[in-house]
């Protein structure tokens, strides 16, 4: 399976700033997706990030508040924006490579 | 749409008791099916999965059976341990649907001694 690096680990960030999640893979893989986890609560989908392309976003989820890069297709961005204390939780990046699916260690993000 | 249902915890056992955990699932076109567990404090870990119907995916003692005529995906272990305690997820995906894993809302299992 392909190994993923996710950074931070974790981060506690002011209400109304921005923290960038990044999300590296030691193979090149064409599927690439970010989720969050609430606290206590299951994995949502936020969005697909597409090489060369703008991200595919899940209802709910918008670009102007989780905006995702992906320049090749070994890494990715994802964004939390403007945040508030609802932003709190765990954010995952997820590859998909020989039909096995892949998790980060994932980012825990607190905001105060 | 595609979605997975699982039992509510949580689930507490005693040691080498016997653990079921109900997955369903409703799914257009032909899902894969997996668990995944996530120990408290760390991330995701695929524990099992199966790829078409009458499949048994197994693993560490854990054992689902993929059955279609029930679209079930139970979860269970003869014998669990106080290290079994985690948070379980049941997921699937649609590969020719845009490739998303869609998960349960999770069970916790606590294991006592």
């Known amino acids: 399976s392909a190994v993923i690096s996710q950074k931070p680990s974790r981060d506690i960030c002011q209400r109304g700033t921005s923290l960038t999640i990044q999300c590296q893979v030691d193979?090149?893989?064409?599927?690439m997706f970010w989720y969050r986890q609430q606290p206590g609560q299951s994995l949502t989908l936020i969005a697909t990030?597409?090489?060369?392309?703008?991200?595919?976003?899940e209802s709910g989820f918008v670009i102007d508040k989780f905006p995702i890069s992906r320049p090749n297709l070994t890494f990715s961005t994802l964004t939390v924006s403007n945040m508030s204390p609802e932003d709190s939780s765990i954010y995952l990046c997820?590859?998909?490579?020989?039909?096995?699916?892949?998790f980060g260690s994932g980012t825990r993000l607190t905001v105060v | 749409g595609n979605s997975v249902t699982q039992m509510e915890g949580p689930v507490t056992l005693s040691e080498e008791a016997f653990l079921t955990i109900n997955c369903t699932y409703t799914a257009t076109g032909y899902p894969s099916l997996f668990w995944y567990v996530q120990y408290p404090g760390e991330g995701l870990q695929l524990l099992l999965k199966?790829?078409?119907?009458?499949d048994k995916g197994s693993n560490k003692g854990f054992e689902a059976t993929y059955r279609k005529e029930t679209t079930s995906f139970h979860l269970e272990k003869g014998s669990v341990q106080v290290s079994d305690s985690a948070v379980y997820f049941c997921?699937?995906?649609?590969?020719?649907?845009?490739?998303?894993?869609?998960f349960g809302q999770g069970t916790e299992l606590s294991v006592k001694p």
């Open positions: 193979s090149q893989v064409t599927m």
């Open positions: 199966a790829t078409k119907a009458d």
């Open positions: 997921a699937l995906i649609v590969y020719n649907q845009g490739g998303k894993l869609i």
């Open positions: 997820s590859v998909v490579y020989n039909q096995g699916y892949t």
């Open positions: 990030a597409n090489q060369g392309s703008e991200a595919t976003y």
